[in-house]
Every structure is written in structure tokens, then in C-alpha cells.
């Protein structure tokens, strides 16, 4: 009897102990380093990441920092410039012919080269996809690109040039719609051969800097870099130098002019003096409009100060009901602040719209698994859900999308 009970007990019971033990060697160290309190949580995010507690640490962490997940991350939301207007006007400028007998035989004996030059580059550029992605398709920087940009600039062409926008293409779009003014985008094809034409006789003149200096916000990038390729992508430029004229019409940032190829600096001025005189005429008639936008933007901002008084104070950081949240927003900034659990996730939604880089409409997200926040009332909902009851943790990462546009 007595060795029927043991083989019993080793068949049961230490099977199960074993189990418990197993289940603690592998979610203890995950919920210490994570501070995922729920073991349910522990093991849905071990799944997610097919059971590498190394990779699902690291995301943990990546989250709480604000860097978005790199295994589910949200879907990037495209940048927000309408490109499909057909009425842009587009001006491309060829490069000059050869003059004489003397510049078509050097045109004449440079022509394999170069033709042999670029095709080989393409196809090694092409060749080189299959063997690593495009590091330039991660943009995890954006800033950084365009500082890093600017220097180089600078250290290549010198200090004086039109001065630039210090900060991501979304960022410009929006201080470029909220001040409504127009915003002149350059991309910087570091290989063309007539970059560097460009940028001392054209971009850098006295004439050019003043022109832009006074008249618009200057962005610009080198297409080498993940934020001036991701514009790249966006705005599809044909050859550089490229500059395209970005404006707020019919409540959209949109491109309303185009121009591509070496550009001298009398010409360049003539043709985007052309798209503003242009835009002028349409905004004369519109001007009764643009007088109702100003009004609209000027009760946005009241709106967002009233919310911001109604908002209750921010819990102490001991507090044991209080919840920490990250919020990267669609400019690519981060904003951290307390809750409480027991708090409608409409105080959420109020905080972040009383924000001043927050756009009109948007929604919240969280990362993984992917919802979006009910953080409004609803017929079928009238009183949104508590951060507990949304099922929020003591530390989140949440990502607000610009819905301005849709």
C-alpha cells in the first residue's frame, strides 16, 4: 500500500510541483525586470514574442522608454500631405546641352563612363537589397537626421543659407498649418551631380536666403538619411535637386508646387514668387474662409486651456492606485504623466487634448495587442470605462494617431 501512495504522490503531485517551480524560474525574472504584476499578462507577452524572454524583456523596456514595439509595432500612419492635387504646378529644368565642338566631345567621351557608373551603382544598390533591408526604411531618429543633416551642410557650404527648420517633416507640417504659412521642402540627393552646383550657387546666394527667409519655413534633408528617404517616399521626386511648396488648402497640407533640376537663383525665385502670386488669387477669394479658420483655430485653443483647468491633479508618484503613462504623440515627442485606476479614461483624452502639440482629432492606441482606447462617450456607451476597467497596467506606453485628416 505504502509504495502504491508514493508512486501516487511522484506521479501527481510531483509533476505539478514541478510545473509551479517551472512556471517561477520563467515569469519570476520576466515580472521583476518588467514589472508585470499579472502572471496571465507574463505569459500572453512571452507568446507574442514566441517565448524569448530576452526579446520580450527588451520590448518590456522599449516601451517604457517610449521607443514603439520592433515585434508588433502600430501601423506607421502615413504622412499627413495631399500629393494627388493635379492642379500642382511642376517645373522642370534639363540639364543644359553641350556648346561647341569642344564641350559635345567631352560630353561624347564621358558618356560611357557615366553610363556605365550609374548603371553599375543601381544594380548594386539593388543587389544590395536582397541582402540586408534599406537601413534608411527605419526611422528611429528623426531629429537626429536633420541636425546631423545641417551640419554636414554647414561644414560643407558654409553658414550662410536659408535657415533651417531644426526639427522632423511632421513638425514643420504642423507649425507650417498653424501659423499658415507656406513651408518649402528640399531634398538633398548627396550622389547627383548637381547637388553640389545647387547648394553654393543657388541655395546659398544672398538673394535666394533673404527670399526665403522672408517669405516661408525651410525644411530640408538628405535623402540618405531614414527622414529625408521616408519624404522621399512620400513626395516621389523625379531628380535633385527637388523642392516642393507645401500649403494648408481645403484644410489639408498640400503640395502645390513642384520643382526639380539645377534651378538658377533668379529663376527660382521667379517660379515660387509664381506659386504664391498664384495661391494669392485663390486665397483672395477665399479670404472670408480663412477669416472663419482663424476663428476656429482661436476657440481650439480656448477649448484646450478650459480643458486643462477642469483637469484633476496629477496623483503623487507613491500613490498606490496611480498608473504612470507614456504617450508619444504623432510629432514623435513624449509625454509622461499619472492617473489614477479609478479615473475615466476620458481624463486621458482631456489631458492629451488640452496639449498644444496634440492635433484637433485623434484617437489613443495601445501597442500590443492593438486596440484603440473607447475614450469617448458612445450611444451604446455613454459613460467611457476607468483605466482599471480598461484593463491598463501600473506602467504603460500609448500612442496617439492624428485623425485631423480623415
Known amino acids: ?30 515580472q521583476d525586470l518588467t514589472g508585470l504584476e499579472s502572471m496571465d499578462q507574463c ?41 494627388a492635387d493635379h492642379r500642382v504646378y511642376s517645373y522642370i529644368v534639363s540639364r543644359p546641352q553641350p556648346r561647341g565642338l569642344l564641350g559635345w566631345s567631352y560630353y561624347l567621351i564621358m558618356l560611357p563612363f557615366r553610363f556605365t557608373y550609374y548603371t553599375l551603382l543601381d544594380i548594386f544598390r539593388f543587389a544590395l537589397r536582397f541582402i540586408r533591408p534599406d537601413p534608411r526604411g527605419r526611422v528611429t531618429d528623426p531629429v537626429g537626421d536633420v541636425v546631423s543633416f545641417i551640419h554636414s551642410f554647414e561644414e560643407k ?7 533651417f527648420y531644426q526639427g ?27 547637388t553640389d552646383e545647387f547648394c553654393r550657387n543657388t541655395l546659398c546666394t544672398e538673394e535666394v536666403l533673404t527670399f526665403i527667409n522672408t517669405r516661408m519655413l525651410f525644411w530640408a534633408c538628405s535623402t540618405s538619411r531614414p527622414e529625408g528617404y521616408r ?20 484644410r489639408k497640407m498640400t503640395v502645390v508646387g513642384r520643382l526639380e533640376g539645377l534651378i538658377q537663383p533668379e529663376d527660382l525665385i521667379n517660379q515660387l514668387t509664381f506659386i504664391m502670386e498664384t495661391d494669392n488669387t485663390v486665397k483672395a477669394a477665399g479670404s472670408v474662409c480663412n477669416g472663419s479658420l482663424l476663428t476656429c483655430l482661436q476657440t481650439l485653443e480656448e477649448e484646450k486651456e478650459r480643458k486643462s483647468e477642469c483637469l484633476p491633479p496629477e496623483p503623487a508618484v507613491d500613490d498606490p492606485d496611480s498608473v504612470k503613462i507614456v504617450f508619444k504623440l504623432p510629432n514623435d515627442t513624449r509625454v509622461e504623466r499619472r492617473f489614477l485606476f479609478s479615473q475615466s479614461l476620458a481624463v486621458i483624452y482631456d489631458f492629451l487634448f488640452s496639449l498644444k502639440e496634440t492635433p484637433e482629432k485623434f484617437q489613443i492606441v495601445t501597442n500590443f495587442p492593438r486596440r484603440v482606447l473607447p475614450c469617448l462617450p458612445t450611444d451604446e456607451q455613454p459613460n467611457p470605462p476607468t483605466l482599471k476597467e480598461a484593463g491598463l497596467s501600473r506602467s504603460e506606453v500609448l500612442f496617439v494617431q492624428d485623425l485631423t485628416d480623415d
Not at 2 to 27: D, E, H, Q
Not at 157 to 163: C, D, F, I, L, Q
Not at 170 to 183: C, G, H, I
Not at 231 to 250: G, H, W
Open 231 to 250: 519624404v522621399s517616399q512620400a513626395l516621389r521626386e523625379n531628380t535633385y535637386p527637388f523642392l516642393a511648396m507645401i500649403m494648408l488648402k481645403d
Open 1 to 30: 500500500m505504502g509504495v502504491i501512495l508514493k508512486t501516487y504522490l511522484i506521479c501527481t503531485v510531483r509533476p505539478n510541483m514541478l510545473l509551479n517551480n517551472a512556471k517561477s524560474i520563467i515569469f519570476n525574472p520576466v
Open 43 to 83: 505569459r500572453r507577452t512571452l507568446e507574442q514574442h514566441n517565448w524569448n524572454i530576452e526579446a520580450a524583456v527588451q520590448d518590456r523596456l522599449n516601451e517604457q522608454e517610449g521607443v514603439p514595439s520592433v515585434f508588433n509595432p502600430p501601423p506607421a500612419r502615413p504622412l499627413q500631405v495631399n500629393t
Open 157 to 163: 557650404y558654409g553658414r550662410s543659407h536659408p535657415v
Open 168 to 194: 522632423t517633416y511632421s513638425q514643420a507640417l504642423n507649425d507650417a498649418k498653424r501659423e499658415l504659412r507656406y513651408l518649402l521642402v528640399y531634398l538633398h540627393g548627396d550622389d547627383h551631380q548637381d
